[in-house]
C-alpha cells in the first residue's frame, strides 16, 4: 500500500514527497531506459522459460530409467542448482571471458574463433540465456517427482496396444506431466521476471544496455538515482506484467492441463 | 532418490548403449564449468590467460586459496551471513509453524478467503517489496544493520506456510483429539503432536531459508552499507569492483562460499525430498 502510495509522488526520502498524481506514469511512456529495460525482461524470459522447460524435462527423461549409478548422474544434474547467487555469475563470467574462458578454449579447437559474449551487447542477453542451462537440474527434480505419480497401469496398457518408446511419452507420460509442467511454467515465469543478480554482477546492464532487466532498473532508479517514487511506479508495472501472466497462464490450463480423475469432455 | 513403484520401459541393447553414451555427455558438459573452475583456482597469475590455454595448472598452486579468502575479511563475512541465516531459520521455522497449524486445523470465520490471499502474495516478487521495505526501515533508522534482514522472516513467508500447511494436514486428526482429552492446549499440541511429527517438512523449510539467506543479494546490497556488516555474496562482488579481476582468487573463493550449500544437499537429501514430496497432495 505504502508502495502504491509512493509510486504517485516524487520522493528522494531527504525532502517531504510530493504528491505528483500520476505523472510518474506518465513518465514510463516516454522513458526510453524503461521501454528498454522491458524488451529486454520480455526477451529474456522468452527464451529462458521454454529452454527450461524443455532442457528439465529431457534431463528427467534420461535420469528416468533405473540402472546402477543412476543416483550419481542425477546429483550431477542438480548439484549445479546450488550454485545460485553470485558464485553460478562468477563461474560463467570465467566460462564466457574471451580470452581464457573455457567456451572460446573449446570453439577454437573446431577453428571457430567465439564471440566477446558478455562484451558485445549483440551477444550479450544471449549468454544470460545460455549459461541458465546450469540451473536446469531443479525443473528436472520437479519432473522427476511428477512422473513417480504416474501409475505404472497406463504403461502396461499403452505397451499391451503396441505403443512404442516414443507413442508412451506423447500419449501417457506428457498429458499425465502437464499439471507439473504447468506449476514449473509459472514458478520460471515469475522468477525470470525478477531477474537481478545475473545482470548486475556479470554486465551491470551493459554493454549499451542490452541486458537491463526491468528489477536492475528499479535498483538504479530507487538505489542510485533515490527516485523513489518513480522505482515504486515501476515496481508496481512489474507487478501487474507478472499478475496478467500469471493469469493469463491460469487460464490457459483448461486447454492443455490434464488432470488425472478429472472426468474428460 | 525413492525407488520408482512403477514399472517403466527400459532402453535394451544397443539403445542402452546409446542412452548412456548420451547421458555421459551431458553430464561432462553439466561438469565441465565446476572442473573448469576448480583448475582456474589453482592457476598462478601467469598462467590464467596463457596461450595456448592449459587445461590443468601445470602446478597446482595450493596457497591461492588462503590468500584469497584473507585478502578480503572473509571470516567476518561469514559469521555475518551465518548470523542473518540462523535468526531467519528461526523466524520462519517459529511464525510459520504458528500460522500453518492455524490454517491446517483451526477453524475461523474467512479462514479460506484469507489463505488464498497469503498465497496471492507468492506472486508479489520481492523487487516489488523492495522500495517500500527500504522506506519503512529507513524511516526508523533501521538501515545498515541486520534487521531488515531477519526482521520479515518472523511475519511468515507464505510459500513455507503452505509447505507446512501441507505436511501438518497428513498427521490423522486422532493423535490430536487424544492428546486434547488429557487437557493439552493449542500450544502444547502444537509442540509435543504435531511438530514432532513433522520433522522433514521443518527440515525443509530450515534448508530452503538457509539457502536462500546464504545466496541472496539484492537484500544486503540494499540493506548493508559498511564493509563490516557484508555477507559472503557482497564480498564475493568486491572481487569483480576491483579495476583487475583476480580471476584464480575469484573462482577459490566462489568454491569455498559454495561447499556448505553442497554439504547441507547431500546430508539433508532424504529428509528434503520427503518434505517436498507433501507438496503434491491437493489443497
Request: charged fraction near 10%; charge should be positive; aromatic fraction near 16%.
Amino acid at each position: 500500500m505504502i508502495s502504491l502510495l509512493t509510486s504517485f509522488t516524487d520522493w528522494d526520502l531527504l525532502t517531504d514527497p510530493l504528491w505528483v498524481g500520476l505523472d510518474n506514469y506518465r513518465n514510463l511512456a516516454t522513458d526510453p531506459l524503461f521501454i528498454q529495460s522491458i524488451k529486454v525482461t520480455l526477451a529474456y524470459t522468452a527464451a529462458y522459460v521454454p529452454l527450461d522447460l524443455a532442457g528439465g524435462l529431457l534431463l528427467a527423461l534420461l535420469v528416468r530409467p533405473q540402472f546402477r549409478g543412476i543416483g550419481v548422474f542425477r546429483t550431477i544434474f542438480y548439484l549445479p542448482t546450488v550454485f545460485s547467487g553470485v558464485a553460478f555469475v562468477v563461474v560463467w563470467l570465467w566460462m564466457l571471458n574471451p580470452n581464457g574462458g573455457l567456451i572460446n578454449l573449446a570453439l577454437g579447437w573446431f577453428g571457430i574463433e567465439g564471440p566477446r559474449w558478455l562484451l558485445d551487447p549483440k551477444y550479450s542477453l544471449w549468454a544470460l540465456v545460455m549459461m541458465s542451462f546450469w540451473g536446469w537440474g531443479r525443473s528436472m527434480a520437479l519432473y522427476l517427482g511428477g512422473m513417480q505419480s504416474i501409475p505404472g497401469e497406463l504403461y502396461e496398457a499403452a505397451a499391451m496396444d503396441g505403443a512404442g518408446s516414443v507413442r508412451q511419452f506423447f500419449a501417457v507420460t506428457l498429458p499425465l506431466l502437464s499439471p507439473t509442467i504447468f506449476f514449473n511454467l509459472v514458478l520460471s515465469v515469475i522468477a525470470t521476471f525478477q531477474s537481478f543478480t545475473s545482470a548486475f554482477v556479470a554486465t551491470n546492464g551493459g554493454p549499451l544496455d542490452s541486458t537491463l532487466f526491468l528489477v536492475l532498473y528499479i535498483y538504479r532508479q530507487a538505489f542510485e538515482f533515490f527516485h523513489m517514487g518513480y522505482a515504486a511506479a515501476l515496481a508496481w508495472v512489474l507487478f501487474a506484467i507478472v499478475l496478467v501472466l500469471t493469469l493469463l497462464l491460469l487460464r490457459s490450463q483448461k486447454f492443455w492441463v490434464f488432470y488425472l480423475g478429472e472426468r474428460s469432455k | 532418490m525413492k525407488e520408482y513403484s512403477t514399472p517403466i520401459l527400459q532402453p535394451r541393447g544397443w539403445q542402452r548403449y546409446l542412452h548412456i553414451g548420451f547421458l555421459l555427455t551431458v553430464a561432462m558438459i553439466f561438469l565441465a564449468p565446476a572442473l573448469w573452475m576448480i583448475s582456474s583456482s589453482l592457476k598462478p597469475d601467469y598462467e590464467i590467460f596463457a596461450t595456448p590455454p592449459t587445461l590443468l595448472p601445470v602446478s597446482p598452486r595450493w596457497q591461492n586459496y588462503p590468500e584469497a579468502l584473507t585478502s578480503l575479511p572473509f571470516g567476518r563475512f561469514a559469521i555475518n551471513t551465518l548470523i542473518i541465516a540462523l535468526s531467519t531459520i528461526i523466524g520462519h521455522l517459529l511464525s510459520c509453524s504458528i500460522v500453518a497449524y492455524g490454517f491446517a486445523r483451526l477453524q475461523a470465520p474467512g479462514k479460506g478467503f484469507f489463505f488464498v490471499l497469503m498465497l496471492s502474495t507468492l506472486m508479489l516478487p520481492y523487487p516489488v517489496t523492495m522500495v517500500p521495505l527500504f522506506i519503512i526501515f529507513s524511516k526508523l533508522g533501521l538501515i545498515n544493520n541486520f534487521i531488515p534482514l531477519i526482521l520479515p522472516a518472523f511475519f511468515g513467508n507464505a510459500f513455507y506456510i503452505f509447505l507446512l500447511r501441507q505436511s501438518f494436514k497428513q498427521i490423522p486428526a486422532d493423535l490430536e483429539d487424544a492428546a486434547r482429552m488429557d487437557g493439552a492446549t493449542t500450544f502444547q499440541v502444537l509442540r509435543n503432536v504435531i511438530l514432532p511429527l513433522s520433522r522433514p517438512a521443518l527440515a525443509t523449510v530450515a534448508i530452503f531459508t538457509f539457502q536462500a539467506a546464504w545466496n541472496d543479494f539484492l537484500g544486503p546490497l540494499i540493506f548493508l552499507h559498511d564493509q563490516s556488516l557484508y555477507t559472503l555474496q557482497l564480498g564475493l562482488s568486491l572481487f569483480r569492483g576491483a579495476y583487475n579481476v583476480q580471476w584464480a582468487y575469484l573462482m577459490a573463493a566462489s568454491l569455498v562460499i559454495t561447499l556448505p550449500v553442497i554439504a547441507i544437499f547431500f546430508i539433508a537429501q532424504k529428509s528434503f525430498i520427503e518434505g517436498v514430496g507433501f507438496t503434491g497432495t491437493k489443497i
